[in-house]
């Protein structure tokens, strides 16, 4: 018997040579693959004498009882979703706290890895194969949908081709939803950057129309061998996916048949309103394109055969119909055929003769005169004249440098039918309207875009009597601080002005990626400056230990809460706290600390605590004492910390938690004594830690202030 310690301690041990690990029934043979997400391993059934792929989510993802509940809860959803093009999940569970779930072990590849076989400059797929996949996707959304579950992350590694039947199955629906709220903070964006949906761009709510933009993506890269839209960064991703309209596919594939690409393009609109309404109407809308496209090919091939028969093929009836009648005696007098013949005989020499140069052109034939040469279609200010434009909430009123600045505006269609109806008098045109924003510094003239133009082609314009609302974005990042005026017009893709919208910000100096020149620094080793955290489970004095822990959830006899405290000595710089101009708070995250989302309200204490509390000694602070225990009414808000920090990479990293803002620079400008003290409350939920730098720790990493003063 092989006792070897397993290589994954959430596995028991191996109990035979060829095997892993054990996980209850299943016996581990092989690790199949690894991301992100967790890791899939070949296991075999021993009850059901199956070999199944058995994933087990990240160990970092499921720490938080939160994030294991969602999991098992999605895959379980996800397994009663029974369809030929949704991968199949025999079982869930969960094993030493480590969620897991079995499904059916595919053979072939991922459509990911189908594209990258493909020379680079060839990765287009047939029309036939796009179809196909487009239709199987789609019904596997629609079992999905039914059950009330949006997949979100639909890409082409997420889309298994099986082999040897060629079908296409939906995978990772389970990892794909509980992973989304537990990688990012509040305000970030959930999914794959090349696929995501403009409403998953602004980190709005998704609907099932959100798979569908992503479907669309999905099969505009297999019909034109590239992204609708691309970009380098994940800033300029965004702000193509929000601002941008994709060059329509038939541009880019023109050997696809033009209603298919009309679907496609309307599966990327912006709005999801404008997409089909459901995954099973798309499944209808497949359908149909496919029917008419069989149709006219049908009819065309017997177009081209039908004037002549193969050689050696059966006659058809027409032609056994020709042969009876030229066998019967023909009632036409002789001197008629006598003519008739004498006339085929010329025509005959006629074109036996020498091919001559013609006189004249020859004329086009029929084929050619039903194509036209297409002109370009001009847009007038007057084609455009019922369209509105108007803002629906202004713009942050302050921003960061470096932050974006979102605008969220209204398009409204005030035309009453087809006559003045932009929609319908353009309809030819492939772009019919642009949104053009400019940024001018307050009291100047000079104005510049800081932003793509919003592009709208006819079918994303509102219909009459409605209005449709989208973002523009401003990305801030490089401007001076100051003030700034923002004017949105409305252009003719010619750039006369229809219509216009104006609005204002200011931009705040970014002083959390500065190197704050001209700062002095206070920590809390400095004069009479102090640090400690407090427990509500415990009584102990922690100030002289060399971390600051904190911590939020609910434990078997209540909320388990831990508050950290600093206390800041502003006579130890010489500085007149009524001329501090900025402030900034710097902490060093510490070892073994939440990787996961870190949150964390601040707070000026200016009640319910002496200036001079002791972090050690007799009557050193206790939760019991401490101002923040039945809540933070009373104190100051300074503003929320949040971060993120993946695989320990913030670690130790010196006074890279940061935090600034009008209120800190008040809160110490008008503070009644030098003696300052700041609180941190966590604010998400989470059993794991959070570990910040004391004084005891490390002088050069204790949490400080940096503080600038107004100049005389």
């Known amino acids: 018997m092989n006792t070897a310690k397993p290589k994954y301690d959430f596995l028991d041990p191996p109990t035979r040579d060829d095997e892993i690990g054990r996980l209850g029934p299943y016996r581990i043979v092989g690790l199949l693959g690894q991301g992100g997400m967790g890791e899939v391993f070949r296991a075999e059934d021993g009850r059901l ?73 060839h990765r287009k797929f047939s029309y036939p194969e796009v179809i196909r996949i487009a239709r199987e996707v789609s019904c596997g959304l629609a079992a999905a949908h039914a059950c009330a579950i949006i997949h979100r992350d639909i890409k082409p590694a997420n889309i298994w081709m099986e082999e040897p039947s060629g079908r296409a199955k939906i995978l990772d629906f389970g990892l794909a939803v509980a992973g989304s709220d537990h990688l990012t903070g509040r305000g970030s964006v959930v999914g794959s950057p090349g696929y995501l949906s403009p409403e998953q761009a602004r980190n709005e709510p998704v609907d099932d129309r959100t798979d569908l933009y992503a479907l669309g993506v999905v099969l505009y890269q297999l019909c034109g061998g590239r992204l609708p839209l691309r970009s380098a960064s994940m800033s300029g991703q965004l702000i193509a996916i929000l601002c941008h309209a994709p060059a329509p596919l038939r541009t880019v594939a023109p050997e696809i048949p033009e209603p298919f690409c009309e679907l496609v393009d309307r599966l990327l609109s912006k709005e999801a309103r404008d997409r089909p309404k459901s995954a099973l109407a798309l499944v209808d809308l497949v359908d149909d394109i496919e029917r008419n496209f069989h149709g006219e090919m049908q009819a065309a091939t017997q177009i081209v055969v039908e004037p002549a028969a193969p050689s050696g093929s059966k006659p058809t009836r027409r032609a056994e119909e020709t042969h009876a009648v030229s066998n019967r005696k023909s009632p036409v007098p002789w001197w008629v055929l006598s003519i008739a013949g004498l006339l085929l005989l010329l025509i005959a020499g006629w074109t036996m003769r020498p091919k001559r140069t013609a006189s004249k052109p020859v004329q086009p034939t029929r084929e050619r005169e039903s194509k036209p040469v297409s002109r370009p279609v001009v847009i007038t200010a007057a084609s455009l004249a019922k369209l509105e434009l108007s803002p629906v909430v202004a713009g942050s009123d302050e921003v960061t440098a470096g932050e974006v600045s979102r605008f969220k505006m209204r398009l409204s269609n005030q035309a009453l039918d087809d006559s003045d109806d932009p929609r319908a008098i353009n309809a030819k045109a492939s772009l019919v309207a642009n949104v053009v924003t400019f940024l001018t510094p307050a009291g100047q003239k000079k104005r510049r875009a800081p932003t793509f133009p919003r592009k709208f082609s006819p079918t994303q314009l509102p219909r009459p009597g409605e209005s449709q609302e989208f973002e523009i974005q401003v990305m801030t990042k490089g401007l001076p601080a100051g003030d700034y005026d923002v004017e949105f017009e409305l252009q003719t893709p010619g750039g006369t002005v229809v219509g216009k919208s104006n609005s204002r910000f200011s931009v705040d100096e970014n002083l959390l990626d500065s190197d704050l020149l001209g700062f002095e620094i206070v920590r809390t080793h400095s004069g009479r400056g102090a640090d400690t955290y407090v427990s509500s489970t415990s009584d102990e004095a922690f100030g002289g230990r060399h971390a600051l822990q904190a911590v939020r959830f609910a434990g078997d006899k209540g909320e388990v809460k831990e508050h950290i405290y600093f206390r800041f000595d502003l006579a130890a710089t010489k500085i007149d706290r009524k001329s501090i101009d900025r402030a900034v708070l710097m902490l060093t995250l510490g070892g073994e600390s939440n990787t996961g989302k870190n949150e964390f309200g601040v707070y000026g204490i200016v009640e ?37 920090n993946p695989v320990d990479q913030l670690n130790d990293m010196p006074d890279h938690i940061k935090m600034a803002g009008e209120a800190l620079d008040t809160f110490l400008r008008t503070s009644e004594s030098d003696l300052v003290t700041i609180a941190l409350v966590r604010q998400n939920w989470s059993e794991k830690r959070t570990y910040f730098r004391s004084k005891e720790g490390s002088l050069g990493k204790a949490p400080a202030i940096a503080i600038r003063v107004k100049n005389p």
């Open 49 to 121: 004498k199956r070999t199944v792929a058995l994933k087990m989510m990240n160990k970092k993802l499921a720490g938080t009882s939160n994030s294991r509940k969602r999991f098992v809860e999605e895959a379980r959803s996800m397994a009663a979703v029974h369809h030929d093009n949704v991968a199949t999940i025999f079982e869930v569970g969960l094993q030493r706290g480590m969620p897991y779930l079995a499904m059916e072990l595919l053979k072939g590849e991922s459509l990911f890895d189908r594209i990258k076989s493909k020379p680079k400059d």
């Open 608 to 644: 319910g605590l002496g200036p001079l509390w002791k972090e050690t000694g007799v009557g050193h602070l206790v939760f019991q004492q401490s101002p923040l225990r039945s809540g933070t009414m009373g104190q100051t808000f300074l503003g929320t910390l949040q971060f993120i």
